[in-house]
């Protein structure tokens, strides 16, 4: 399939070839929504932490005695039911990473990218043109190319010019191809590519090399 590029004024410049397994696929949905919720939970730290009440600290002594008072019978000042006690069945300090295959994070990709395309919600540009951190250049092109200002704007290598300069654009964030995933995708509503990262892209999650890898692992 062929994608058009345009300058940072929007203008159209040319159209490139690109990878259709990368670009052209349909959307699975499903992967899609599993690789996010995997992303996601793997962003948690799990270090919530509650005390039992053989943790909680307090005297050993029976509150009051057994019988006679014509009230409940209490143990324990540590009881869950005491204010200060102890918690029953509170949250525990555990990991909440997630194992996903491989091969179903690239397809994750692979839709995102494919469904961005599909909805007209992905630009291609031909290089951002920033030698020195502009903001204003940044909102400048994103209006002119039509994304809007809550983009991801991915470079084909890590560019600290690109990054200076959208850091501060509210809604955008520039992130180098390697780095791409479905969470940051999903986030904003249009992604910007230079076409150094479209290739970058091709490399990682396309061309012969991945089609082979994904017969093998099939």
Do not use: C
Not at 64 to 85: C, D, V, Y
Not at 135 to 152: D, I, P, R
């Amino acid at each position: 399939m062929k994608l058009q590029v345009v300058d940072q004024a929007g203008q159209a410049k040319q159209q490139i070839d690109v990878e259709d397994a990368v670009f052209g696929i349909e959307p699975n949905q499903a992967v899609v929504h599993q690789t996010l919720v995997a992303q996601l939970a793997a962003r948690r730290a799990g270090t919530h932490s509650t005390k039992t009440r053989g943790q909680v600290e307090g005297s050993t002594v029976k509150i009051r005695r057994q019988k006679g008072l014509g009230m409940a019978r209490q143990g324990s000042i540590r009881s869950p039911l005491h204010r200060g006690g102890g918690v029953v069945f509170g949250p525990q300090p555990r990991d909440y990473t997630q194992r996903l295959p491989k091969r179903m994070r690239r397809l994750a990709i692979r839709s995102v990218l494919s469904s961005r395309a599909a909805e007209q919600r992905l630009t291609v540009v031909d290089d951002l043109g920033l030698t020195t951190p502009s903001t204003k250049a940044v909102v400048a092109m994103l209006a002119a190319t039509g994304a809007g200002q809550s983009a991801l704007i991915v470079t084909g290598t890590s560019d600290r010019m690109a990054f200076m300069s959208g850091r501060n654009v509210d809604g955008a964030r520039v992130v180098p191809a390697d780095t791409l995933n479905v969470a940051d995708m999903l986030a904003h509503k249009s992604l910007v590519l230079t076409v150094d990262a479209v290739r970058r892209i091709e490399a990682l999650w396309g061309g012969e090399r991945a089609a082979k890898r994904d017969r093998v692992e099939a």
